[in-house]
Nanobody
Framework: QVHLVESGGGLVQPGGSLRLSCTAS????????IGWYRQAPGKQRELVAE??????????NYAASVKGRFTISMDITKQSVYLQMNKLKPEDTAVYYC??????????????WGQGTQVTVSS
């Protein structure tokens, strides 16, 4: 079983910054992708940013709405992922979920989710 623990959410004024952190633990053999999703009230969960790990190198993918404002990074030795969010807007208000996909020690795939952390952008 894979456990994800997030931190760093909170209340911030428009134009402000927050940094989210997430650490994965448990039965993890390898991680193929790690990233962040968000879900605003009344809306579907959407991808914010994700790092996909390939033998040819890691690639990052951002939602169009956050490109240039958010930066995702990873410390694979700590099985951790971070999301630096700058120039926050009220429409960024949502519950942010950490997600990771990979293989456990039995080479069975997993798709793990954190419990979510609230980000509220308001004056």
């Amino acid at each position: 079983q894979v456990h994800l623990v997030e931190s760093g959410g909170g209340l911030v004024q428009p134009g402000g910054s927050l940094r989210l952190s997430c650490t994965a633990s448990g039965n993890i053999f390898s991680i193929s992708a790690i990233g962040w999703y968000r879900q605003a009230p009344g809306k579907q969960r959407e991808l914010v940013a994700e790092i996909t790990r390939k033998t040819s190198g890691d690639t990052t993918n951002y939602a169009a709405s956050v490109k240039g404002r958010f930066t995702i990074s990873m410390d694979i030795t700590k099985q951790s992922v971070y999301l630096q969010m700058n120039k926050l807007k009220p429409e960024d208000t949502a519950v942010y979920y950490c997600n990771t996909k990979g293989l456990n020690s039995d080479w069975i795939g997993f798709n793990g989710w954190g419990q979510g952390t609230q980000v509220t952008v308001s004056s």
